[in-house]
């Protein structure tokens, strides 16, 4: 039980019987009008939204794509170096390079 929660109210009349519950009152004119700009107001929000989370996502993609780009341009001329290298040495033209993994 929680000390501060309220009883819930039951609506009964003297003879036991639960009275109706009251009718909701009608929406005016400008209640209509006013839940239509509402909504009109969230779905421009909601498109708002999506546009600049779309703007983010192409910024993102324009910032990471040349990091990327150049990270494998130096992979690829580090493993053209190695490989020039071996056969300066006279080592046969590797089938493919080996990657040594040194453990501690």
């Not at 000390?3 to 819930?8: E, F």
């Not at 001329?77 to 033209?93: D, E, K, V």
């Amino acid at each position: 039980m929680e000390p501060n929660r309220r009883p819930p109210i039951i609506d009964m009349t003297p003879e036991g019987e639960f009275r109706d519950p009251v009718p909701p009152r009608a929406m005016g004119t400008l209640d209509r009008i006013l839940a239509r700009v509402g909504a009109a107001g969230i779905l421009v929000a909601t498109i708002a939204i999506g546009l600049v989370l779309a703007g983010l996502a192409i910024l993102a993609i324009g910032i990471l794509l040349p990091i990327a780009l150049v990270a494998g341009a130096v992979g690829a001329g580090s493993l053209w170096w190695r490989i020039r290298r071996a056969r300066r040495m006279g080592a046969p033209p590797p089938a493919g390079v080996r990657f040594v993994v040194i453990r501690r």
